[in-house]
C-alpha cells in the first residue's frame, strides 16, 4: 500500500459496504479520514470502531451547501483536504422502465452523479495542487444489467463526469 501520512481523505456513502472498507484501507495507509454517510447509527458505529484518525458528518451528497460545508469541516478539522471518494450511491429498485416511476429515476441520478458532481466541486474548492477525487463506477455503467437502468446510467455518468473534470481541472494541478 502507498504510504498515505500526512494525508486526508474524505468519503462519502462511508458507513458502511465500499465506502467503509475504504475508509479502513486509507486509515491502514496513513491517512486521516472524514466519513460522510446519511446514515446516523451507521456512522456513529463505525467512528467509534475506526480509532483516532476519523471524523465524520452525517450529510445527504444531494445537498450542496452540505457539500461545501463538509468540505470545510474536513479542512477545519486536518488542515487540509488530498482526496475526495465520491462513493455514496443507491439502486432503491429493480424494475424495467415503465415500473420505475419517475421520482426513483431522479434520486438515483441525484445521489449516484449529481452528488458526486456537488462534491467534486467542493473538492476542487479547497484541494491543493495533488488532489485527487475518486468515484465510485460499477461494471453496470458499461454492461447494464436488465431492471437497474437508472443505476447503470448514473454510473456511466460518472465516466463522463471524471473525464470532464480532469480536463476542467488538470490546469489547476
Do not use: C
Not at 118 to 131: F, N, Q, S
Amino acid at each position: 500500500m502507498t504510504d498515505l501520512s500526512g494525508k486526508v481523505a474524505l468519503v462519502t456513502g462511508a458507513a458502511s459496504g465500499i465506502g467503509l472498507a475504504t475508509v479502513r484501507r486509507l486509515l491502514e495507509g496513513g491517512a486521516a479520514v472524514h466519513l460522510v454517510d446519511r446514515d446516523r447509527p451507521r456512522l456513529e458505529e463505525a467512528l467509534g470502531a475506526l480509532g483516532e484518525r476519523v471524523g465524520g458528518t452525517v450529510a445527504d451528497v444531494t445537498d450542496e451547501d452540505v457539500n461545501e460545508a463538509v468540505a470545510d469541516a474536513a479542512v477545519a478539522e486536518w488542515g487540509g483536504l488530498d482526496v475526495w471518494i465520491a462513493n455514496a450511491g443507491i439502486s432503491p429498485v429493480v424494475a424495467g422502465p415503465r415500473a420505475t416511476d419517475a421520482a426513483i429515476w431522479r434520486q438515483v441520478i441525484d445521489v449516484n452523479l449529481t452528488g458526486a458532481f456537488l462534491g467534486a466541486r467542493a473538492a476542487a474548492r479547497v484541494m491543493g495542487e495533488g488532489g485527487r477525487l475518486i468515484f465510485t463506477g460499477s461494471v453496470l455503467g458499461e454492461r447494464p444489467r436488465e431492471g437497474l437502468t437508472a443505476y447503470s446510467t448514473s454510473k456511466a455518468g460518472l465516466v463522463g463526469l471524471a473525464k470532464g473534470l480532469a480536463l476542467d481541472l488538470a490546469p489547476a494541478g
